[in-house]
RNA sequence: GGGCGAAUAGCUCAGCUGGUUAGAGCGCCUGCCUUACACGCAGGAUGUCGGGGGUUCGAAUCCCUCUUCGCCCACCA
């Protein structure tokens, strides 16, 4: 396990070994008995027969870097792991592998066809958790579930009973959302409306007593064959003398009532609709309220029935559309058509334009169940991140309405719910045990056809996967669970619904935080889907980057409420900052682990007089990393949190700190084994500060460090705690000053072509404090990193040079002899004058204006007079030097 | 039709409770194969913070308005 690094990163190289290895040692098995806060994350749980998309990769990269860090921070962390049984798009995925056979489900019988699936998924499903290995997902897999499983399906049976024992779910005959295709009934949240350009046909209804006509407009002319009624709003002095008459319904020649409902809007169109109560919610409705008779005119797969007139019938409904539509221009009844945007629902799964329909179906009362939940929210017993998904909640659950949980489908959890077939009993038994007679009766019984929607089962995995209805130590340990991870487009399929099941089944909420993150959209801002071709494959960038590398890329891309946007044409660019940073992070590894082979003493064992400037400095930086990274962990800010690390990692640790100790670690220098020292604990610690994050290559990188054991894991490592660095502002304020120093000189070389290899003199005039203790401290690496032959403070030299003002007081000078462009120095100088003059114009007005002093709070002042002080100061010294160049003014 | 959000460097975005000489990564330009890393090092350029108005001593940040894009919800046929 901790042979030497390869020179080259490789990502496949380390990767798959090292989650095999986690597995080995049971690192992620949590003990319902151990010790430590709990801390749970359920996964949403993927389809069965899922794929790994970007989504999923975004997904559960969040709940990975969440679990990781709170196991590190020694809580008891838990990440449960399932499948989702996926009713409709797994009986469509098994009836597609059907149709190649020139099958249909029809043929082969709903038991053969259940079988069929259940091969299919045994064989081919829960891929998806084989490949959330491959992205680092440290779940406990040893409690993996499958929404099907004969625990999970007891839950649900279980909750069927007892909402049915309360009154909470009934069977009744309604408009539901049908999908034609899937033949199946859809919840609302099912049906996905979208926007789309249709037509409005107003067509012209004649009065049965020939007295004149009404005109009616609709966006689904093939309805009127069920037409059995025209309303009108009862208070509409255009249409009052014509309620109670009678309309005789072209092409059907029915004879229907025109009623007053105040569900009409009269300004809407003419003031009159056609109400066809078997295909219109709202018609729906009003059929009740005036007893309408309600005429099915459609099959199950949109076509029209033998209730419409028969040429009619066989029709498909959109050619059904086009016949009425001739017919009534051919009557002269069709008056206007008008273009008409309109939301229309379609099949989440298929995309196929859902029919409302009129059928019996399974319903569960929700306005009891929202309530609980709506008050959970308002007293803050649940948040969401960002907040403002919050209000989203709250508007759904205050409109909540009935859930449609019957699905004629054949693959899912069969209703609890058996009729007796005997004609003069028909006794109808809902139950948690299978009957076999007829409670009643005794005589035979049949159970319901159909299965619950699949959300039925998702809604109680909280308690349902941690072994409900039963009273298991895992429920008790367990339950509530902690954070929620997951995209907004589930927040109503399941967020909501799992919100009330806990409240209603368990008596406490779920979990305490929804966290709803950002959709991948490539970079047109499109969602990546399969139909359009535009997905990232997060295994394709795991092969070629690591899992790391993709892990990094989409965390730092992601802020809390926003949108990751990636190129799939063009995966290198896209994760690049990833690939990059995993890279670097191998080489500092590779270099400072080369170094650490003698071993390193534990940074207690150092004495304090032994740290220099640079290693006070890198303590000191470490202690503010340690703080902000893990202040933004726990705001969910990991964005944030992986900057802070990135930054302290390559800009402090790479480019200056590991700089400056060379000479220490390669022996020409005194002070190797401090050197060591702290840069084994500086990189420890930020190595501990981006697991989460970065899992492999930081564990590959730890487990060589010299204080490391030999199979212990970083990822059960403590979190780093702010004392585990320095608090040392001096420290802080001098390396600065020492990094401005070496960074002036080298802007100077820039700018003046001095060659790379060659040195230069430099002359530090009038060092203000911390520059002057810079220098004391480590005028070599001064030297060193800024390639200067002959440090000198003192009076500016007579020889012509390159001239910086580095802050208030301290002036740099190069003597550059041939190479220095005078006239350009004074311009340059000059300007920098100027810039700053005006900064202390604009300091001096805003400071003697009353206003601001009377009214802005007194550390502001403060503040910006330290500001004007400084720029003054700034100010006045490019000016002598532009002087002492003998720059004409 | 309601509700919500976003517009900041060529691109993707930070900038959290008003006070920074407005930042990062990628890309771009210049110079470097400096024995950890060219997926690198050093340096650099680029922004009237969407337009307009307002509040304030002070606005990228707060308010109004316009424009442009998203998202969610909705039984006006």
Redesign the pocket.
Known sequence: MTEPLA???DPSQIEAPLYAWWQERGFYKVDAHGSGEPYVIQIPPPNVTAVLHAGHGLNNTIQDVLIRFERMRGRRALWVPGTDHAGIATQNVVEKILAKEGLTRFDVGREEFVKRVWAFVNETGGQILEQLKALGASCDWSRTYFTLDEDLSRAVREVFVRLHEQGLIYRGKYIINWCPRCLTALS??EA??E?TDGR?WHLRYPLADGSGSLV?????PETMLGDSAV?V?PDDPRYALLIGKHIRLPLVDRMIPIVGDD????????????ITPAH???DF?IGKRHDLEQINVMTPDAHINENAPERFRGLERYAARKAVVTEFETAGLLVKVEQ?R??VGHCYRCGTVVEPRLSDQWFVKMQPLAEPALAAYRDGRISFIPE?QG??YA??ME?I?DWCISRQLWWGHRIPVWYCESADCSTTIVSRETPTRCTACGGSVRQDEDVLDTWFSSWLVPFSSLGWPDHTDDLAAFYPGTTLVTA??I??FWVARMIMAGLEFKGEVPFKTVYLHG?V?D?Q???MSKSLGNGIDPLEVIDR?GAD?LRYTMV??M?????????PADLD?SF??G??????L???G???L?HLEAGAAPIGSVPEGELTLADRWILARAHETIGTATQHYE?F?L??AA?AV??FL??DL???Y??QV?PRLYGTHPGGESARAVAAHVFDIALRLLHPVMPFVTETLWKRLPSSAEQASISVASWPVEADGRADAAALVDFGALQAL??AV??L???Y?V???ATVKLTVVDPSEAVRRAIDADSDTIRRLAKVEQLTVGPAPSEAGGTRVLDDRTTIVVPLGDLVDLDKECARLGSEAA??EQ?VAAQES?LS?D??V????AN?IE??RE?LE??RA?AVTLREKRRALGCAD
Request: glycine share 4%; charged share 30%.
């Open positions: 020179p080259q990163y609302n949240e996905e409306k926007e409005i009616v407009a609709t966006t689904r309303a709003h569900a009409v809007d009269p300004a809407f169109g003419s003031g009159a609709v056609k219109d919610q709202t409705e008409h309109h939301a403002r209000d989203n508007n759904w409109n309405r907004p487009e927040l109503f959709t959209r970079t801002h499109r969602k980057f590398a730092s891309g802020a809390v409420g926003t949108d990751l946007i990636l190129d660019s690049a900052p690939r990059n940073f995993a890279n670097k191998w080489n500092i590779r270099f400072l080369g705001r800010r964005n944030d900057a990135y930054h390559w800009s790479a480019d200056w590991l700089e060379k070496i960074t080298r802007v070389r820039a700018d072509a060659s790379p290899g810039k700053m900064l805003k204006n206003n601001f009377s009214r802005a709070p502001i503040k910006e500001k400084s720029w700034q």
